[in-house]
């Protein structure tokens, strides 16, 4: 089911590593073009684009885009206590740890009457993506909110798809979760013309554009974000789900096995990785997965996902080998089933997990990180979601007189260097008698 990558006895340099890294290139391809179109259809057209999309995508018309409030009291009203407690816990860790990440500001003074205050100041308004095509996400709901009310934004307008087995309406799951947060602001649109509707906004539903946009989704939704990029801000394109696993000899091989299949259940273009010094492992997980894989709920979704050109046990010389493809592939979630694990050597992943009792999954739910990460190998740049996403650093200059004086020569001096002599004569105008 799994293909097998073979780079031992081979000493790859970092641009042959980047090519032996598997991805699903043709389907990124695809989204971006397809994304921007859909995004661009409903700057121009609005409330039309986004029903024609709805009927097309969701087969779904006539529903209440802008969601009532009466909806989201009867969500949460009818939600499963044993649910809503499990909702509350996620909430509460997810707060916990994202208030370790709003920085406290900082006030550098350079001389007498001399002073830089460095804060970090919240956006106004943002647009959060949850996804509802395959499964329905509440835990992503609490991903996206939770971080963006502890950093101090204000509004919070969330988007996810209309349900048809719900007459249009959005999951109820999800708008209870969404109503325990006090977000009342909610709209049934799904997909790239969601993250379009959030940045561009539609009069005809209420909708006013918004400064950030986050959220997970497919690749369409990962595409649909670039699309914006610039007119409003985004985290990082968190589009199909990605798992690689490093493990040796030590590991066991149900555990990695079920850890590849529980990613692989996302959707048919996640990408599942294992990559070992050990060919006894990758023989055994191979057994492992062909087992389990077929007695899963989402068997044929699970067997695409495996079989895709994204997916692969890939066989190394030795752990530094492994630590060099990981970070070359740069992997939403990293596994480490080493019987040494040395996390801090591998440096790009969205989320590092280490040891046998730290699944993915409990990175999804419970384990008070954030569940939105990068994806696509943008981990070797970008973070995952968190506070300081809606954070903007900013300095603030506070000079006296006699604080510029002693820096006025410098300016004027470096103004005449630049050809830029207004500037100079900017200052000087403060000492004119």
């Known amino acids: 089911m799994l293909r097998t990558i073979d780079l031992r006895g081979r ?87 994202s208030a370790a990440q709003v920085p406290v500001p900082v006030v550098t003074d350079l001389g007498p009457g001399a002073r830089v205050t460095q804060r970090w100041q919240p956006v106004r308004r943002v647009g959060v993506y949850v996804p509802g095509g395959k499964a329905v996400y509440p835990s992503s709901v609490v991903m996206n909110v939770v971080p963006a009310q502890v950093a101090g934004v204000t509004e919070v307008a969330l988007a996810s798809p209309p349900q048809r087995d719900q007459d249009g309406r959005v999951h109820p799951v999800i708008l209870a979760a969404a109503h ?107 057994d492992e997965i062909a087992e389990r894989a077929v007695r899963t709920r989402h068997a044929r979704r699970v067997a695409a996902a495996l079989a895709g050109p994204q997916s692969a046990i890939v066989l190394v010389d030795d752990l530094q080998a492994a630590a060099d493809f990981s970070n070359a592939y740069a992997p939403e979630h990293l596994e480490l089933h080493l019987d040494d694990p040395h996390p801090e050597d591998f440096v ?43 954070l903007r650093p900013q300095q603030v200059i506070e000079y006296d007189h006699a604080a510029l004086a002693a820096v006025r020569e410098a300016i004027v001096t470096l103004a005449n260097a630049e050809a830029l002599p207004a500037h100079g004569e900017a200052v000087e105008a403060r000492f004119d008698a």
């Open 11 to 97: 000493s790859l340099s970092a641009t042959e590593l980047l090519a032996a890294v598997p991805r699903a290139a043709a389907a990124r391809e695809e989204a971006l073009a397809t994304a921007a179109r859909i995004v661009r259809d409903v700057a121009e057209r609005g409330e039309a684009a986004l029903r024609e999309q709805a009927a097309q995508f969701d087969g779904v018309e006539g529903h209440a885009i802008r969601v009532p409030v009466e909806h989201l009291v009867e969500a949460l009203s009818g939600l499963d206590p044993a649910v809503r407690s499990s909702l509350e816990e996620v909430i509460r860790r997810v707060r916990q740890a």
């Open 348 to 390: 790009n992943a969205g989320a590092v997990f280490v040891g046998a009792h730290t699944p993915v999954s409990l990175g999804d739910y419970l384990a008070g990180s954030n569940h939105i990460l990068p994806t696509g190998g943008q981990a070797r740049y970008s973070s995952g979601l968190s506070a300081s996403t809606f």
């Open 180 to 286: 325990l947060l006090g977000v009342t602001e909610v709209y049934a649109m799904g997909g790239a013309g969601a993250i379009g509707a959030l940045a561009h906004g539609v009069e005809g539903i209420g909708l006013a554009p918004t400064d950030v946009v986050t959220g997970p989704g497919n690749n369409f939704v990962a595409a649909a974000k670039r699309a914006v990029a610039g007119l409003v801000g985004t985290d990082s394109e968190a589009g199909a789900t990605e798992i690689l696993v490093v493990a040796d000899d030590s590991a066991d091989a149900r555990l990695v096995a079920a850890d590849l299949i529980s990613q692989a259940e996302h959707d048919e273009q996640a990408a599942a990785l294992l990559v070992t010094m050990s060919e006894r492992l990758a023989s055994a997980v191979a």
